[in-house]
């Protein structure tokens, strides 16, 4: 395999294998925002009619956009910034292109944190610190944990372990590691919902889940289902577009992004289910929100026969997702770097993490050296929630709504056309995704946005 561009000014290095490709796109898209964010979002917006709009999203917004990016990155070969010059946009569109790096970066900064509370969980269940410990005792070790200091140093651990994997590169690193990591945790997940299943009132969790209650349709649920798609499929930053840049031409990208979008709502539809019958089946209430995985299901996992087994392939699961997920974000800025600022990777790569690390650590001290610092614009008091609530609610869908005015309307639609069926000719299915990107994206993303300020 050649070299990068970006590192020798020879040919983009391309994914070797249709795994690869399958494995690192997946890889993107699932991950805490599926087994962590989905779950907690669920519980508190009502369970089954969120469930409705989220999958009724990620098909009317989801597969369009993420197949718009896939065509941009792969028709171009660059990254979120560069595909703009490469296609000899209005220079205005490089707005879009900074928006996705400061998105990613900001994402990248508070997802490493959860990332390291999922190692101190961890390493917590496997020494058997949780065992016995009552749920209000839960309450409290969660408090301590985050209010100390040893979310800082998971954060610098977690945040190494992604420079280690994409300082390799595409193939050796990104693609090597997401071939092994995605197999195995859809195994895990697999084999969690298999016992969550056999446990004694499943079924109240069950129904929770896929039975919607219409009278809970709330604009925040609404504005939650979108934000979630939006989360949970990385759309908006350009994670997809900067991974279809190393797409070759075989690749079937329609095919790829329903592939993607598939396996990503599976994957959040079974972190559902792993989680709600335990909650139902133990007495919890599933709106404990944001600490459900690390308060709640530590109590449940007591309760378990080789509770501290189970806890501890949670917490494993958890921290595979996470990575799969930070290193595509981490790609992202590491190309803008080498495209645009001449970069070697490496010396990229050290820049990204440590830009993270600072924004991180000011993100993990939002629950003790900084609380009570409140911030100002969106009516969140700290840097966690700030950064959370700014990226999934408002530079994301601003990203995904831009991105898809600019395939739907000012990409050349015979690039378009070219991309979708490896014809400049017009077919059912690249006018479909075009009236899509026209039109039923930006207005559906609009609304909502709108609502939302």
């Known amino acids: 395999m050649s070299k990068s561009n970006t590192e020798t000014g020879g040919p983009r290095p391309l994914f070797t294998t249709r795994l690869g490709v399958i494995a690192t796109t997946v890889g993107s898209a699932v991950g805490l925002g599926n087994i962590w964010r989905f779950p907690y979002e669920a519980g508190v917006h009502g369970g089954g009619a969120f469930m409705m709009l989220y999958i009724a999203f990620i098909i009317i917004l989801g597969i369009p956009l993420i197949t718009a990016e896939y065509a941009l990155g792969r028709a171009t070969h ?17 707005a879009l292109g900074y928006m996705g790096v400061l998105s990613a970066m900001l994402i990248l ?23 016995d410990v009552s749920r209000e005792g839960l309450h409290t070790v969660f408090g301590e944990f985050t209010s100390g200091w040893r979310p800082l140093m998971w954060t610098v651990l977690f945040l190494v372990v992604n420079y280690l994997i994409i300082s390799r590169g595409v193939a050796r690193g990104i693609e090597r590691i997401s071939n092994v990591l995605m197999p195995l945790l859809f195994a895990l997940i697999i084999i969690f919902c298999v016992n969550s299943l056999m446990l004694p009132d ?3 969790g069950l129904t929770f889940l896929f039975k919607p209650d219409f009278s809970s349709l709330t604009a925040p649920v609404v504005i939650g289902a979108m934000g979630q798609a939006f989360f949970s499929l990385s759309l908006g930053l350009g994670c997809m577009l900067t991974y279809a ?4 031409e075989r690749t079937d990208i329609v095919k790829s992004a329903t592939t993607t979008a598939a396996l990503d709502t599976l994957i959040a539809v079974l972190a559902g289910v792993l989680i709600f019958p335990a909650v139902f089946s133990f007495g919890y209430s599933p709106e404990a929100g944001p600490k459900l995985v690390f308060e709640v299901l530590p109590a449940i996992f007591n309760e378990m026969t080789g509770g501290s087994v189970w806890a501890s392939l949670f917490f494993f699961t958890l921290f595979i997702a996470s990575l799969t997920s930070t ?18 990777r490496r010396s990229a790569c050290a820049v990204t993490i440590a830009v993270a690390l600072v924004l991180g650590l000011l993100c993990a001290m939002s629950f003790g050296y900084f609380t009570g610092v409140e911030l100002p614009l969106i009516g969140h008091p700290d840097f966690f929630s700030w950064f959370d609530y700014g990226t999934s609610n408002i530079l994301l869908p601003l990203g995904g709504m831009l991105t898809s005015v600019f395939a739907g309307r000012v990409l050349d639609r015979k690039v378009f056309n070219r991309q979708i069926t490896g014809s400049e000719r017009p077919s059912a299915l690249s006018r479909l995704i075009g009236f899509s990107l026209r039109y039923i994206c930006p207005a559906l993303i609009a609304v909502i946005f709108i609502v939302n300020l």
């Open 109 to 131: 900064s508070f997802y490493s944190v959860v990332a390291g509370w999922t190692l101190e969980y961890f390493f917590g269940a496997v020494g058997g610190a949780y065992t």
């Open 327 to 344: 290193i595509s974000m981490c790609e992202i800025v590491v190309v803008f770097l080498c495209e645009e600022k001449k970069m070697k």
């Open 78 to 94: 660059r990254g979120i910034f560069g595909v703009f010059r490469a296609l000899k946009a209005h220079r205005a569109w490089n």
């Open 202 to 204: 499943a079924a109240a």
């Open 245 to 248: 840049s190393y797409f070759n």
